[in-house]
């Protein structure tokens, strides 16, 4: 199944270049920066809240066509930004600890993305839809904790379901990989376009390893981004 949609989400961008609409060949070249709003969903599971911090970089799109009055494009992005999750730390009695932690990990991502609008190209506002596969690497990672740190009878971390493994588990896996989508506003000008979006990012590949023996058989990222980029036409 991740295999599958993978594959989905890469046609559907790439599908973009086979012109049988209106062809268009402009390019566009910008930034952008955002929230990055990201989780991880371990099973079994551990409870969080998202992990929050900025992201931003770079943009290239190239329009290829007008399709009835769907304008298609191809849109690549280079963009850092810090990930990983923020728990809520609670006993193995189920009450909330003070104990805090959270997992920083500074991602490079790329995503490669069909924008699909729907408007005015220029001098007006155009809604669009975004879609594609995204591909990341871990350039490090860190943690936070508490200067306090709740130990049970053994010496180890009192948590819920006995689920303390997370701490100071190195990545396995520094690639990342998944399927991102989401919706967006933008206004043109005579000066460049202006955008505000929102995306999810679902990952398919796991942080830690997912093998019998270890102790997540699932540890994979999940976003949501808050995006305002500009853009300029070359």
Not at 58 to 81: D, H, M, P, W
Not at 118 to 128: A, P, S
Not at 177 to 191: E, F, P, R
Not at 194 to 216: H, I, M, Q, T
């Amino acid at each position: 199944m991740r295999r599958f949609l993978l594959l989905l989400t890469i046609a559907f961008p790439l599908s973009c270049l086979a012109q049988i609409g209106e062809p268009r060949s402009q390019l566009s070249l910008g930034g952008g920066v955002g929230v990055a709003l990201s989780k991880v969903s371990f099973s079994p599971s551990v409870v969080q809240s998202y992990h929050t911090a900025p992201y931003g970089g770079l943009t290239v799109r190239y329009t290829c066509e007008k399709y009835f009055s769907l304008i298609c494009a191809l849109q690549a992005e280079f963009n850092y930004g810090v990930m990983g999750w923020t728990e809520h730390c609670m006993s193995s009695a189920n009450v909330p600890l003070p104990d805090t932690y959270s997992r920083h990990i500074h991602y490079l991502q790329v995503p490669l993305l069909a924008h699909l609008g729907l408007g005015r190209e220029q001098q007006g506002f155009m809604g669009y839809l975004l879609l594609g596969p995204q591909v990341g690497f871990a350039l490090g990672d860190s943690e936070s904790r508490s200067s306090v740190w709740t130990l049970d009878e053994a010496g180890h971390p009192d948590r819920l379901n006995g689920r303390y493994a997370q701490y100071d588990l190195p990545l396995k896996h520094k690639f990342d990989y998944g399927i991102t989508g989401g919706l967006g506003v933008q206004y043109s000008t005579g000066t460049g376009h202006f955008l505000l979006e929102g995306r999810y990012y679902f990952g398919l590949s796991d942080l830690f390893g997912a093998a019998k023996g270890d102790a997540f058989s699932r540890s994979s990222m999940s976003t949501i981004y808050i995006r305002a980029a500009y853009l300029f036409d070359i």
